[in-house]
């Protein structure tokens, strides 16, 4: 079969599919999954009437545009061409940092030369023995003993009590170069800008936590069955009404595990003869779902909607592998805001190719949701899209809420169908009164409808924008490089050689400030950084002393790549989005 026969066919498939759509683009019938993604026609047309419809496509846009300031700003930002930090990073800085990493292996690969001759029992792991084949791989071992296990102290640092603005952090010591560590049996409170308690939700005390501890008085902690048995309680219905109504869809769904249900989900929504489009740096639990669904996966660049298109025309009139029949479905999978880049998906963009192309738009709204947006509803609220415009609004309760678990939220019909197909609604247990409890009374205060504290919620949602533009614009202006948009909660600091990470961790800690930071293979062997976490829970001065530690610490580690031009250039573009925003 001839190219154009294959994509005539595609054509076919679409007009009937198309007829199925309501005027918001929302598949009509009893499950919108059944049916096979769309409109492959634009790749039909002459090249003409591609222009003439990817021109009404932008006359929408920017008519919906214009409504929204925030919308404005976003696509005022995202439609001209997208300059990287990573464009300007000096020679010196990458070449170095590349020599670094080799110096770091060629060193361990020594080393455990050396080690394997003059104690091989310490080895024994990496042999083959009594015809067992090693358990793990010796590049894998290497990066672990060699690697990590040098700086194995700044990460999985135990603390306790409630992980809010400060936290304290249980101290302990290695004596044996990080292979155990000894706690002292002191507690360092430090200041926290590691944990994601965007909203400052995470607390022990406050409405919230006393909505909890009558939630358990009155219904006790678990429904001791799943969902689909005996666990639909009158509490879980009711919150997941408030899930629906709060991101602006018809039901919701609630998982007891945020994992799990991109983990769970995904499968119950694809499978064989469908296609994933994935973004490149999207989540392991996204991942994990795509690669359980049974489905073909393809990926494009990161946030790069030209490579998400090429990828699209490319699938669509290829068809599947072999038999070049059309896909049952093709599922286009992003997040809503990238949590190791503090980056927002291109969501007006992606939005105007489903319109054009018809397939399924999911989106992980898991660091997004009561994060973005004036109302705190998300990339949606962000962009001033319709979430009506996304198939699957996926989203945790993690972050923002205090809680935990996870939420699938979209058209009745999608949501009726995982009720029954998701084996999280089936198998898994269902989520437990406490955490309802905590996702209900955060939600009705985000929303304005807890009439207690009516103003709270807007006023935490107020604090953290205008923590993280004031945290990212000064780190900008002291010349450090920094990744994402203006308006992220997350704020991800360039470290780039190997050496600076835990240094940088190490010093951050001594001045007691808590902070995560992240290197390869998290992140790409190159962009080493440090991921300070924002909260509406920091108060101005929590936010000056980590700002002064922060500078202290990049003077001592010669950190401050940006000079001059550069610098400023990066401070009007945080500053600009931001002005925009707020007009
Ligand atoms: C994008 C994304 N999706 C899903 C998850 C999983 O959520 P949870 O931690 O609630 O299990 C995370 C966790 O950080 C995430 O970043």
């Known amino acids: 079969m001839g190219k154009g026969q294959r994509a005539t ?40 009437a591609a222009a003439a419809a990817a021109a ?25 061409e997208r300059t990287s930090e990573l464009d300007t990073v000096p020679t010196f800085i990458l070449v170095t940092t590349y020599l670094s990493y080799l110096m770091l292996i060629v060193f361990a690969h020594l080393r ?80 926290n800008l590691a944990s994601y308690n965007y909203l400052g939700f995470a607390q022990s005390e406050g409405p919230c936590a006393d909505k909890v501890e009558a939630a358990m008085r009155e219904h006790g902690l678990t429904q001791a069955s799943t969902r689909a048995e005996a666990g639909c309680s009158q509490l879980l219905v009711e919150t997941e009404e408030m899930v629906a109504r709060f991101v602006g869809t018809e039901a919701a769904l609630i998982v007891s595990m945020g994992y799990a249900t991109n983990a769970l989900n995904i499968p119950a929504l694809v499978g064989r003869g469908c296609l994933i489009l994935s973004d490149e740096l999207n989540h392991s639990s996204l991942v994990s779902g795509a690669r359980l669904s049974g489905a073909s996966i393809r990926v494009f660049r990161h946030n790069d909607v030209a490579s998400l298109e090429a990828e699209l025309r490319r699938s669509i009139t290829q068809g599947q592998p072999r038999t070049h029949r059309p896909w049952k479905k093709i599922l286009v999978v992003v997040e809503g805001l ?29 660091h997004s949701i009561g994060a973005l947006g004036k109302r705190g509803r998300g990339v949606c609220d962000h962009f001033g899209v319709n979430p009506h415009e996304v198939d699957v609004l996926m989203g945790t309760f993690t972050k923002s809420f ?41 939600m009705r205060m985000i929303m304005g409808e807890d009439r207690e504290h009516a103003l709270e919620g807007q006023q935490r949602l107020d604090q953290l924008a205008v923590n993280a533009r004031y945290f990212a614009r000064r780190l900008a202006e002291m010349g450090f490089m920094t990744m994402g948009d203006a308006g992220s909660p997350v704020v991800p600091l360039l470290l780039f050689s190997p050496a600076k990470i835990p240094a940088f961790s190490r010093e951050c800690l001594k001045r007691n ?8 293979p998290a992140t790409p062997i190159i962009t080493g950084r ?54």
Not at 141 to 159: A, H, K, Q
Not at 513 to 520: D, K, L
Request: charged share 25%.
């Open 530 to 583: 440090v991921r300070f976490c924002i909260s509406a829970s920091h108060t101005r001065a929590d936010l000056d002393y980590a700002l002064e530690q922060v500078s202290e610490i990049g003077d001592l580690l010669m950190l401050k790549f940006h000079k001059g031009d550069a610098s400023a250039k990066r401070v009007a573009e945080l500053e600009g989005a931001s002005r925009i925003k707020t007009e």
């Open 338 to 366: 990238y949590s190791m880049e503090g980056e927002f998906c291109r969501l007006p963009e992606i939005v105007a190719l489903r319109r054009r192309y018809g397939f399924y738009l999911f989106v992980d709204e898991a």
């Open 112 to 191: 455990d030369f050396f080690g394997k001759l003059r104690h091989p029992e310490e080895y024994v792991q990496l042999r083959e023995q009594n015809g067992w084949a090693p358990m793990v791989s010796d590049f894998e071992s290497l990066w672990t003993r060699r690697l990590y296990g040098r700086i194995r102290d700044c990460f999985n640092r135990p603390i306790t009590g409630v992980a809010g603005g400060h936290v304290d952090l249980l101290e302990r010591v290695s004596h044996d170069f990080n292979k155990s560590f000894e706690f002292t049996g002191r507690v360092r409170n430090v200041l």
């Open 402 to 442: 205090g809680a935990a678990g996870g939420y699938i939220a979209g058209s009745r019909a999608l949501v009726s169908h995982l009720r029954l197909k998701s084996h999280s609604a089936v198998y898994a247990e269902a989520m437990s009164v406490p955490v309802l409890a905590q996702v209900s009374s955060s």
């Open 9 to 48: 066919q595609v054509y076919k498939s679409t007009e009937f599919i198309e007829q199925r759509r309501d005027e918001d683009g929302l598949v009509v019938g009893s499950d919108p999954f059944k049916l096979a993604p769309s409109s492959s026609a634009s790749l039909l047309e002459t090249e003409k």
């Open 56 to 80: 009404a496509t932008t006359t929408t846009e920017s008519a919906e545009t214009a409504a929204s300031p925030d919308a404005a700003a976003a696509a005022a930002k995202h439609s001209g």
């Open 513 to 520: 400030v808590a902070v995560v930071v992240v290197s390869y």
